[in-house]
């Protein structure tokens, strides 16, 4: 329940936005008549066919052939590059300490996961209706990531690895040797409706829709000790996955300002709440002696099918855009370059445990995925 009172000011103010800026009108938005270069007003509509599909940018666009024959169903392709960073809470490898002075039981520091950029994509399709400035539009989000952390320590020497993935055990020994490996992959459908809304030289869009969104994640941590004096339980294997599907209701705000030469800022904002199914937790554990035999009660598996909650999810992004027609102004193109940040909150469900005989509770809570990086986006109205 507090996850849902935490999302619920940012929905409640996006609906507020929409509800408001919905009912503007465009009388300041210049018309296609007055704005229209003289050698081309033969070739397009009358201005009352075409002051109802003022462009965000508040810039005059004849309308294509379709329009003017048939009422005025312009579509909408963009395509996308992302170039994102993926961050998330609760994911540190453990605990590199020094052993020397034995006043200490831990002086250490952590062992976090390093991660980088990696490409993905969306496309997009959409449609402007012939009326009072309405669009809707489809977009899909491409994003595959895999992230490694390893740590090698002198074997006997004054430092030792304390593992932060494994269920800790009366005979669990330190470690020189770690590595992890974490993969994520996210698969993103937003469909949305809204409303463009000119004010001279900034432009509003309004949107309300609905989001689909499939995250799978995997961890894979391994332990080695290669000293001989922990014969029974050299190695230890901890696995993990979280998968989980989500759909529910998202709202935002597009803002945009004209700064002349067909330049423009913008910023956009958006927030979602989504029913969400963790279909697959999986924890499994296993502990193996130098020679690769596996150790006698050192497995460990727990599983958790079909686990409900509500996830919210927040979206800001700030760039620059530039916007031009061409062929008789019958065609408009647009580029965007923007830099954004996202929290998909709580949706680190990864497991850690007390020990593997008295407690079955988990010791790590919750944890938010982050992701930032560049998105540029190339679109055709036509």
Known sequence: ???????????????????????????NCPSYKDSR????????APASTCESTCKPVCQ?????????????WD????????????????????????????????????????????????????????????????????????QKKSVSLVVDGPEVLLPAWLIPDVTSPSYFEGREEWR??????????????????????????????WIRQNIEADYLDESTHNLFQSNISVTQRSHSWGVGLRSGLNANWMVGNHFRFYGEGSGDILYTQYTNQRLHQEGSTAAGVLSTGSLFTVRQKNANYLRSHLDL?????WGTGFCDSCWHVDFTAGYGFQVFFDQNMFRNYVDNRNFAKSIAPNGNLYIHGLTTTLQLDF
């Open 317 to 321: 992004e700030l760039g620059f855009g």
């Open 37 to 44: 270069p003289k050698d081309s007003e033969a070739k397009c």
């Open 184 to 213: 994520l992959h996210m698969d993103l459908l937003d469909w949305a409706i809204g409303k463009k809304c000119c004010c001279s030289s900034v432009s509003f869009y309004p949107f309300l829709g609905a989001r689909a969104a």
């Open 75 to 146: 579509l909408i392709a963009r395509g996308s590059f992302i170039y994102w960073q993926p961050l998330q809470e609760n994911m540190e490898l453990g605990i590199v300490t020094d052993t020397t002075d034995s006043l200490y039981s831990v002086h250490g520091h952590e062992v976090n996961l390093n991660t980088h950029y990696k490409p993905g994509f969306k496309v997009g399709l959409g449609m402007n209706f012939p009326n009072d400035n309405w669009d809707t539009a489809l977009d899909y989000t491409w994003f595959r990531s895999n």
């Open 1 to 27: 329940m507090s996850l849902f009172m935490k999302g619920c000011p940012w929905l409640a103010v996006s609906l507020l936005s929409v509800s408001s800026l919905i009912g503007l009108n465009n009388q």
């Open 60 to 72: 005059p666009k004849c309308p294509p052939a379709p329009c003017c024959d048939t009422g005025c």
